[in-house]
């Protein structure tokens, strides 16, 4: 029997507010939060937080009108959908599809991280929402670029705060005020 799961790769659970979320998975049970990526294409928010050899992925819609917002809406917050790493997704999908599966993508997309990804309908998995999912070799290159991009914007925001605060402190010490006598 061919096999085609590798592994869990994550779970996805759609959230209100990330923050609060954040209270329970990282406060609460001790998960590290590795990185927090906005998906754009998605309009939404994910953050992600390592499990050992998966991930719990918490999923924020940015605006009313995306898919994430209409199932939020529909169904609350709660367990999105599953991803799992295949081996080869294209023969996977081919096998899904002999087996009459219902694939919402007919061909992979490139998803976050440069993953190939595709979707299986609901109604062929008994009400869950299935991911698979395929490392592509330009994935480590990616991440790291994305890491170095979100450490630059964060020490660039941090100097802005820095230097915001410094200025705010030499308001109240006087300090800032040029050309003024005592």
Known sequence: MARYVKRIDHIALVVTDIDKALEFW?????LDLSHMEDVP???SMVAFLP????EV???QPTSEDSGVARFLNK????MHHICFEVYDIEETMEHLKAKGMHLINEEPE???GG???AFIHPESTHGVLVELYELSEKEPEIRRDRARELAERVIT????VANAAMEFLRGLTGNGNKGKQN
């Open 51 to 54: 499990a050992q050899e998966s």
């Open 115 to 117: 993953k190939k990804i």
């Open 41 to 43: 294409s998605e309009k």
């Open 75 to 78: 169904r609350g917050p709660g």
């Open 26 to 30: 990282q406060d609460a049970l001790g």
């Open 157 to 160: 925001e941090g100097q802005t």
């Open 110 to 112: 490139i998803g976050t």
């Open 57 to 59: 992925e918490l999923v």
